[in-house]
């Protein structure tokens, strides 16, 4: 299976702030076929960037993904209040298709 | 407006069978997409446990190839996973998801159901 390692496991920034969010392959991913959800207490992960860096509906553009090889980013340019939650990356290149183990991003 | 409904048990016991079923709203169950179970626990995060497609094909995570199965039932516009065997670690959130465009990329996800496996 690949492996997805997440870094940090906490980031702690002010709103207005921008954060980036990286996720590490264990091995190649077909045409970098990851994708990023954001999760809040309570709720289902919800579907940000897939592909390289294609936004899911609804979106708003100040979320950005990012590739370099077998290393993926999510970059907030942004921080609005809104954004403080959990984030995961995904990838639906090979089966089974596998997460990171995300990354909390906090109020500082 | 695409929603998606899970349905079973919030408890079952330890070597038992659960059976959870996914009813969707907004979508026909008929689409050319492919309708995904994932769950999520503290102790493993996020795991991907199956997917089907209308017509009834299945792919399923290798770790739980053995004790899963899922079924289409297009009258219902439902999908259903059952899953044997069950302990402790199995203990989780469970969301069923519909895919886009069938690319294993998790576009709608129900709310989620906690199931608890103890005696």
């Known amino acids: 299976d690949i492996v997805l390692e997440q870094s940090p496991d906490t980031l702690s920034l002010s709103p207005g702030e921008r954060a980036t969010l990286s996720c590490r392959a264990s091995q190649s991913i077909r045409r970098s076929k990851v994708a990023w959800y954001q999760q809040k207490v309570g709720q289902a992960p919800r579907l940000l960037i897939y592909g390289e860096s294609s936004r899911a509906t609804g979106i708003p553009d100040r979320f950005r993904g990012f590739v370099s090889g077998t290393d993926f980013s999510l970059t907030i340019t942004r921080l609005e209040p809104e954004d403080f939650a959990v984030y995961f990356c995904q990838q639906y290149g090979t089966a089974p298709y596998t997460f990171g183990q995300g990354t909390r991003l906090d109020i500082k | 407006q695409v929603k998606l409904q899970e349905s079973g048990p919030g408890l079952v016991r330890p070597s038992g069978t659960l059976s959870l079923t996914c009813t969707v709203s907004g979508d026909s169950i008929g689409s050319d997409t492919w309708w995904s179970w994932v769950r999520q626990s503290p102790e493993r995060g996020l795991e991907w446990i199956g997917e089907?497609?209308?017509?009834?094909?299945?792919r399923y995570n290798p770790s739980l190839k053995s004790r899963v199965s899922m079924s289409v039932d297009k009258s219902g516009n439902q999908f259903t996973m059952n899953m044997q065997s069950l302990t402790a670690a199995d203990s989780a959130v469970y969301y069923c998801?519909?895919?886009?465009?069938?690319?294993?990329?998790?576009?709608?996800w129900g709310q989620g159901i906690l199931v608890t496996v103890s005696s």
């Open positions: 089907i497609y209308h017509t009834g094909s299945t």
């Open positions: 998801a519909r895919e886009l465009w069938g690319t294993s990329i998790f576009e709608y």
